[in-house]
């Protein structure tokens, strides 16, 4: 009898064991999550819209992280004078749904032309000029501003929505984060490959599967010919294949090995400026399981010209109103 008292007391505290850290590790869950919603970066003010004869408000649930890709061969932190800090040649902004987990994400066109704000050497605002999106990063005092001022950009474009983190990746890390998951498998465009991309990379042949290791996939996410037309265009298509590709490799490797994120994020230290802190990662494993990668990523629609100097691309007005709505409000009753 005593001893059959003692297994269940050992069998009582046993469960209770579990239950203390099933309890910590959702608790910790919930406050990754929940703890990505405070201290926004830009704080935004997004109205109430009506929008086809219903009214719609903004989805409190949503965490937005403004994603940069900065075409700079040195590290963010550099001390250089406004306008040189680099362009964001790649703009993302990653949407979770801290309801239902899941994930949508929208690419914005470099080129995009906005009201930029120019700086001056003692970093007073000088001017506001009509550029590309891409140049408000380089007017940055610090890499830190530099991606505040383009994530009040964003909002701004996007209907005021907050944007709660940020986070900047200097080009030069792409190839060690890709070969952290085992690299990404991409199939070029049977019958168009961009000609400077070739003639950098012989690997890449029309129609063929390529595996990116290394210096490839660097070249294949950042080469584009610039004397041709619309390559940026091409450049960003490509982008999002690898994205894609990139996010099925991560999930897989997730599988094996739940220390994946840590070790992307220790990968970036040198090459990367966010406010996403450590503590914050716990969720991302969860938005990156149950992404539906076909029906999550949307682009913006708009006319691209040839300027004076630059391609511009000239937004949608309509459909742009149109996403912002589908994406990030909700109707309400």
């Known amino acids: 009898m005593m001893k059959n008292h003692r297994k269940i007391i050992r069998y009582g505290l046993f469960l209770a064991g579990i239950?203390?850290?099933?309890g910590?590790?959702?608790s910790v869950l919930w406050r990754s999550s929940a703890f990505l919603k405070h201290n926004?970066?830009?704080e935004g003010l997004a109205q109430p819209v009506f929008y086809e004869g219903k009214h719609y408000e903004y989805k409190e649930e949503l965490v937005n992280i403004l994603c940069l890709?900065?075409?700079h061969d040195e590290a963010l932190d550099q001390d250089v004078l406004p306008g040189n800090r680099g362009q964001s040649d790649a703009i993302f902004l990653i949407s979770l749904n801290s309801e239902t987990r899941e994930m949508k994400i929208l690419n914005i066109p470099r080129d995009l032309m906005m009201p930029v704000k120019v700086y001056d050497v003692n970093g007073d605002l000088a001017a506001i000029q009509s550029m590309q999106i891409a140049l408000q990063y380089a007017y940055g005092s610090d890499e830190k501003d530099s991606c505040l001022k383009t994530a009040e950009d964003i909002s701004a474009l996007l209907l005021d929505i907050p944007i709660h983190r940020y986070c900047?990746?200097?080009f030069n890390a792409v190839s060690a984060l890709n070969d952290a998951v085992g690299g990404v498998s991409v199939r070029m465009d049977p019958e168009y490959v961009d000609a400077a991309l070739q003639?950098?990379?012989p690997l890449f042949?029309?129609?063929d599967t390529v595996h990116l290791m290394g210096e490839h996939c660097f070249h294949y996410l950042h080469i584009r010919d610039i004397h041709t037309y619309a390559s940026c265009e091409e450049r960003a298509g490509r982008q999002?294949?690898?994205i894609k590709g990139y996010v099925e490799a991560a999930k897989e490797k997730m599988k094996k090995d739940r220390r994946l994120l840590p070790e992307l994020y220790s990968i970036l230290d040198d090459n990367m400026t966010t406010d996403i802190r450590k503590i914050e990662l716990p969720s991302f494993p969860f938005y990156i399981e149950n992404i539906d990668f076909d029906n999550s990523v949307r682009s913006i629609e708009g006319t691209r010209i040839q300027g004076e100097v630059h391609e511009e691309f000239y937004p949608d007005q309509d459909k742009l109103y149109e996403t912002v709505v589908e994406m990030f409000y909700t109707p309400r009753d």
């Open 19 to 22: 239950l203390l850290v099933c």
């Open 24 to 26: 910590v590790i959702l």
């Open 40 to 42: 926004k970066a830009v």
């Open 69 to 71: 890709g900065i075409d």
């Open 168 to 170: 900047a990746i200097n």
């Open 199 to 201: 003639m950098t990379d």
């Open 205 to 207: 042949v029309p129609g």
């Open 240 to 242: 999002k294949q690898y």
